[in-house]
């Protein structure tokens, strides 16, 4: 009986009540819950320096950055839906205080490590770039300082490599401007 209560599909309202009372987070996938891990210093390190550059360079600005503690909800079709713990998110939307989750996040960064490299460069890619307002996903390499860039464009979205200390992401969207030497900073 506890087997069968284990793999039982909750509603979207479980899961944010669950997780509103848990001690660790999870994801949560068209009804399946997904715990979910921390990361290695340097993954922490590249998501909170990515944080600190956005917030400075956002100050006063209508967008705003979050850390990997804020959901994001992607409806997945046929009444599914995922929520995530993105890394950061840039968003431009008014928010509650009180909001548990956003929908509409401008860009997303997911930093990779090998157990979730597969699900960010595939799953999270095919689901995030249903999201009408996102512009750019960012996958960040935690051993070197590298970007794979996911980019807006006419048609749906262009790849992009990014690479080496001297680089500089740009976000245009958001009118940010991001040197690869500050957001690797401190990571070995």
Do not use: W
């Not at 999201?131 to 996958?139: G, R, S």
Request: aromatic share 8%; glycine share 8%.
């Amino acid at each position: 009986m506890s087997l069968a209560h284990a793999n039982r599909r909750i509603s979207p309202d479980e899961f944010l009540e669950g997780e509103l009372m848990s001690e660790i987070r999870h994801e949560y996938v068209a009804g399946n819950v997904y715990a979910i891990s921390g990361g290695t210093l340097n993954h922490q390190r590249i998501a909170g320096n990515f944080f600190h550059i956005l917030r400075s360079q956002l100050a006063g600005k209508t967008c705003f950055p979050t850390g990997s503690d804020f959901k994001l909800r992607v409806p997945l079709g046929g009444g599914d839906e995922a929520f995530y713990y993105p890394d950061g998110m840039i968003i431009c939307v008014p928010v509650t205080g009180s909001a548990l989750f956003t929908d509409s996040p401008s860009v997303i960064l997911e930093v990779l490590s090998p157990t979730t490299r597969r699900i960010d460069e595939v799953q999270k890619l095919r689901d995030y770039i249903t999201i009408p307002l996102l512009e750019t996903y960012i996958l960040a390499e935690t051993d070197s300082p590298l970007l794979i860039v996911h980019r807006r464009d006419g048609v749906g979205f262009r790849r992009e490599m990014i690479s080496g200390l001297d680089a500089v992401l740009e976000l245009p969207e958001v009118e940010v401007s991001m040197p690869l030497a500050e957001l690797y900073r401190a990571v070995d």
